[in-house]
Structures are given as C-alpha cells and as structure tokens.
C-alpha cells in the first residue's frame, strides 16, 4: 500500500457502525469497537483501518501522524433534521411556553411559525448567509459534519428560494457538507390564511417543479398536523414531489396523530421525523414501507412533552435515527451531543443505538450513507477524537462540549 497523506494512531476504541444501509432491530446496536486501533488516509477517504503498530510501509516523510491519545474516534454526527436558515429568534415565546400556551396556540395566534416567516422575509440572503454560518460554526466545534437544511420559513418562492440558495453558497463555504430539504408546506401563510387549498396548488404546480428543475433540494418535507396540512394534502404534495425525483419526508404525529406516520409508510417515504405520538397502525406502516424514523429528542424536553416510543420501534423493525431539529421555535438546540444524551436517558437506547441512529441511520435518512456515517476503508474521512476513553464516557456525562478534534475529508478542521 502507498504512502498516506495522513494516520491517525492510538487510537483508544475506534467504534463505529458498518455498511450503507439502515440498520434497525437488533441490528441498530450493532457496534463495531477496535481496541489500540489506527486510520490511514489517502485524498480525504479512509484507505486502512489497523490495530496496534502502524505497518512502516504507509508512512513517508509527509505523512502526518495524529495522536489520538488513547481516545475514543468515532464517525462524524449527522444532522438529519435541522431548520437551519431563519431570521430573528422568538426568546418571546419562552415566557408564554412557560404559562403552559400550547406550542399549536401560539401559531394559531399567528406567532410561531409565522413569525420567524416574518423575520425571514425580511432578511437579506446575505443576512441569512452570515447569521447560519454562525450557527454551523458552533455546530462543527459539537462534532457536526454532515447535516441536513429545511427550508419553510419563506412560504414564498421567491423567499423559499433565498433559504435554499443560502444553503447552496454554504455547502461551498464551510466545512459541513449540507442537504438540503424543501419544505414550504411547513404552515400556510398569512396571505394564504382563507385560501389553504391555493397554497397548496401554488406548491404543487409552481414551487415543486422550480425546485427540482434547478435542482435546488433534494428532499420534500410537509407539517402534517393539526390546523396546519392534513394527511390527504400532505399526500399530494409528497407524491408531486415523489414524481419529480425528490424524496419524500414528513413531520408526523409530533402534537397531534392525525395519520402522518401510517402515510410515511404508505408513500414509501425516505424518513418521518417527530413521531412523539405515533400510534402502533404508524410504526407498523413505517416498518412495512421501509421508513427511517428521524426522532427529536431535545423537542420533546424543550416542549415538555411526551418521548416518541423509540423502543416500540427498534423492535417492530423501523431504522431509528436522532437529530437535533435546531429551530428557533420548538427546541434552539443545535448540539447533537446533547441530543444523543437525551435519547439514551429518555428512549432508553444504549449507546450503541444512538450511536448508529446519530451516524449510519441518520446518513441513510439523507442519502448519503454512501459517502458518511461509518468508520469503514473506501468512507470519507469525517472523524470525532473525543475527550472521552470509550463510548460509555461519552453518554454517562452531559452537558459540556466533549469533542476534541474534528476532522473532515481527512483535514483537521476543528481543535477544541
Ligand atoms: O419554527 O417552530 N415543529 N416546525 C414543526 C417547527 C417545529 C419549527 C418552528
Ligand atoms: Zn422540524
């Protein structure tokens, strides 16, 4: 084998998942873990894995050698739920949500929602660009590398447009390579408020095909909930956007069960996320139709709600994945360290399923488990060294940044 452009060695426990596709029952905690372990790296992919002495032949004299000092390296997280791009904050709503006004309440009122519309309306794309690479800064140093991007705050084409081009230029800006989902089905606008069935025909016949004409998402996501789409109308939407190549996801039975998740299932759609209130009809879909369940754990804390039945569905066969679902409204948490904490303390996942719900599952939930979410010879090179001896370490403490390096396409992008 060649000379590598870089090695990481002494490495603790290496722990990762395996293979490309979604792992679920049993196999959600299938881990691999590789004692005194070391990573070759040749142009940004992973092109040995080893255990103890680093073979010789590998090494030349530019060849950077990282000690990973007895750590735990894992595979880069994966975001697979983010509404990443939006103007303003609603820091407003804290003091309503914690009188108990009810999450539905607020948007009815045409809070919520509508209001971070109103304030992403009348931001600049540049406005947008600099405020979101903040976030995706912050997010990178919490071991981000790979992370996926709503649109839904501009309920406008031409507003939708400036969300998803703001996440274009910063897929070819920064380190965290981004998805980018199309969700302008995520309430029905102010201008729409007396006419919903001509918001959804603007969707279906103007924005879809804009969107999958210049290629601008890969994913469509639809609110399926109370007072905002129902599942009939998020059926539309989502076959329309099926046709047109894009994959379907949804926002299904996070307040109310109102047949999102038995739909996911039916449409064979990619993924459907929230799921607090699925009842056991959706899971068994989901199961049936091969749907990725994206579960959002730091909402459920942050709307003091319920914790979706993660157990339930590990062992009715549906893929979990965690994500953050970062937003201004429902949980402002971008940490997907956090994230994971929250779903082995409160689903009761060990820390092998969360860690393949927050790596391989979550990459297959975004397409990109080709490329991501595995430690594995031929992956790209996107690696966490943590400040943590094992995987236990890392889920028993909570509450501070235990990433230390972070490296993506085989660079050292961060060093905490
Ligand atoms: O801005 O409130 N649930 N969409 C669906 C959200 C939460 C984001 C928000
Ligand atoms: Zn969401």
Same mark, same amino acid.
């Given at each position: 084998m060649d000379i590598q452009d870089r090695i990481i060695y002494n490495i603790g426990v290496l722990a990762t998942a395996e293979g490309r596709t979604p792992h679920k029952g049993k196999?959600?905690?299938?881990i691999k873990q590789i004692e005194n372990a070391y990573i070759a790296i040749k142009d940004g992919i992973i092109s040995k894995i080893g255990s103890?002495?680093?073979?010789?032949?590998?090494?030349?004299?530019n060849t950077e050698l990282i000690d990973a000092q007895g750590k735990l390296v894992t595979a880069g997280l994966v975001?697979?739920?983010?509404?990443?791009v939006f103007g303003?904050?609603?820091?407003?709503e804290l003091a309503l949500k914690l009188k108990g006004v009810p999450y539905l309440d607020i948007l009815r009122q045409g809070g919520g929602i509508l209001s971070t519309v109103r304030s992403t309306r009348s931001s600049s794309e540049d406005e947008l660009y600099e405020k979101t690479s903040e976030a995706l800064e912050e997010m990178l140093k919490l071991g981000t590398t790979t992370c996926e991007a709503k649109s839904g705050?501009?309920?406008?084409l031409e507003h939708e447009i400036k969300q998803l081009n703001v996440v274009k230029r910063l897929n070819e800006s920064q380190p965290i390579e981004l998805v980018s989902t199309f969700m302008a089905a995520h309430a029905v606008p102010e201008e729409y408020k007396d006419n919903k069935q001509g918001y959804v025909d603007l969707i279906i016949n103007d924005m879809l095909p804009f969107v999958a004409e210049n290629k601008l998402a890969q994913y469509c996501d639809v609110f399926c909930e109370t007072a905002v789409f129902d599942k009939e109308e998020s059926r539309k939407i989502l076959t329309t956007a099926q046709k047109l190549n894009m994959g379907a996801k949804i926002h299904a =039975?996070?307040?109310?069960?109102?047949g999102g998740s038995q739909l996911a299932g039916e449409i064979h759609a990619v993924s459907a996320e929230h799921?607090?209130?699925?009842p056991d009809e959706g899971i068994k879909s989901m199961a049936d139709g091969g749907t990725i369940a994206v579960l959002l754990p730091s909402t459920s804390f942050y709307l003091d709600k319920t914790f979706a039945r993660a157990r339930e569905m590990i062992n009715q066969g549906v893929p979990v994945a965690v994500a953050s679902?970062?937003?201004?409204?429902?949980t402002p948490n971008l940490s997907m360290q956090l994230t994971m904490n929250i779903a082995s303390y409160?689903?009761?996942?060990?820390p092998e399923e969360v860690l393949t719900a927050a790596t391989l599952n979550a990459a297959c939930a975004i397409g990109k488990a080709d490329k991501v979410g595995t430690v594995e010879?031929?992956?790209?090179?996107?690696l966490l060294i943590w400040?943590?001896?094992?995987? =236990?370490r890392i889920f028993y403490?909570?509450?501070?940044?235990?990433?230390?390096t972070v490296i993506k396409c085989g660079n050292i992008v961060v060093n905490n």
């Open positions: 196999e959600q905690g299938d103890g002495e680093v073979d010789k032949n590998l090494i030349g004299k975001d697979a739920h983010t509404h990443l303003g904050w609603r820091e407003h705050y501009g309920l406008s =039975d996070e307040i109310d069960a109102i799921l607090i209130v699925a679902d970062f937003n201004p409204g429902s409160k689903y009761k996942m060990t010879v031929g992956k790209q090179a996107d400040n943590a001896p094992n995987l =236990d403490r909570y509450g501070h940044n235990q990433v230390k």
